[in-house]
């Protein structure tokens, strides 16, 4: 069996691991938001009308932070729209998704989601069809506490204490030709510079994120974000980035090494933002909020996206159906992410339910996991403490878009306050186990508390409302801690966790409110 050595020490870390690293993204599109979070017709429905089967889902997830309404169909949504009484709401076109939105989940509503979700809502405003008045009205909507015209208005509509929402976008992927009211870098920098001055000038306390290019394919990568942050720097905290992929032409092992893309897109991203803060002679960083990311098998949407007069609510789109493999992805990604928590300050998986989704839904019926639901899950709940630098020596893995990368990728966490360490590791390879040679020694007195791997001999295997759990993360029974060495066999296409804790422990209870953003 092949052997790749993995040795941890609680000297070399990269920074604290961010809660805001498990964020998800909820748009209106699809089925993601009607017959998803919300259908007052169903039998779980609560008394706002939110399907609580979705609900404990994503509590069990350990969602942190929630990115909301889009997404392409931020631009050209009107957020007045989906306030106030639901009758008078109108019904309008959203362009993006060729859809028709009937306003029955609005800001306040998905605030209130928030709240019984335990989640943080990130909001986006139109820089599409709107501008820089728009921004400000629905920022004076959700933050202002009260007296003034449209703070009023919330408490009118049901919500007397403020929102309080504290990170926000300004627009969406506005380098894409396919965005509604597209634009230039120059044309973009001066309106995201603008509307953050303005939105400051209400809340000086808000996060806000400039839309970097909409993924790193665009031509214009690189030289967007630089064009951005060169205009916006001081008066924004994050660009973002945006990524998917998928195995769609068959060439797996490169699918596997997904993660290496994804931490060459992060050090490009981060590297542009230096360039501009040194020749700017800036003081603050620019990180980085990753706030789409997942698998997506874009040429199968599931149904076309609807065409002429065909304008229906809620369609079936983007209800791709993940594999094992594509779980070793999505579980590699977080590994990526986690390794940049001194950039990555904040991602969101895309999105929560049913659209490209860890939690599927059957209008009126049941809800099930999907097999990408499991690492996220897994890792969000056990990654505490700080983020540690690993030495990594692993065997190599020819793929036809990386070259030569690491068939074993791993991250590890350690929490100071409970001694615990938290090993995530993927064994990337097609075809071979790995056996996992870590060496600890620089942790003494610790035991394997949990080892779980998710595998399975059909990596094709995919949940279905039917079957979702034959296969699930099981006991890795071969991990064994001696004399300082863990040892662990690592199936091909794998994804796994193990933990380890001190023999004799101060016994305190992880709070995870009390981390740091
Ligand atoms: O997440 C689905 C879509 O992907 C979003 O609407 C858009 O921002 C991205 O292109």
Redo the contacts with the bound molecule.
Sequence with gaps: MLTATVTLDPAFVVGPVRPRTFGT?V?H?GRCVYTGIYEPEHATADEDGFRTDVLDLTRELEVTTVRYP????VSGYRWEDGVGPREARPVRLDL?WHSSEPNWVGVDEFVRWCRKAGVEPMMAVNLGTRGVQEALDLLEYCNVTGGTYLSDLRRANGAEEPHGIRMWCLG??MD?PWQIGHKTAEEYARLATETARAMRMIDPTIELVACGS?SSEMTTFGAWEHTVLSEAYEQVDYVSA?V?YNGADGDLASFLASAVNMDRFIASVAATADAVRAAGKHEKRIHISFD?WNV?YIDRMRSEVPTGEDWPVAPIL?EDTYTVADAVVVGNCLISLLRHADRVHAASL??LVN??APIMTEPGGRSWRQTTFHPFALTAHHARGEVLRLAISSPLLPTAKYGDVPALDAVATHDAATGEVAIFVVNRSPDEELLLDSDLRAFPGLRVIEAVTLHSPDHTWAATADDATSVVPQANTSALLADGRLGAALPPISWSMIRLKPTETIPVVPNRGGRAL
Excluded: D
Excluded at 70 to 73: A, L, R
């Design positions: 993204f748009e599109l889009g997404g392409n169909f993006a969406n992927e894409g909409s945006h998917y789409e997506w983007c895309a999105q659209v490209i």
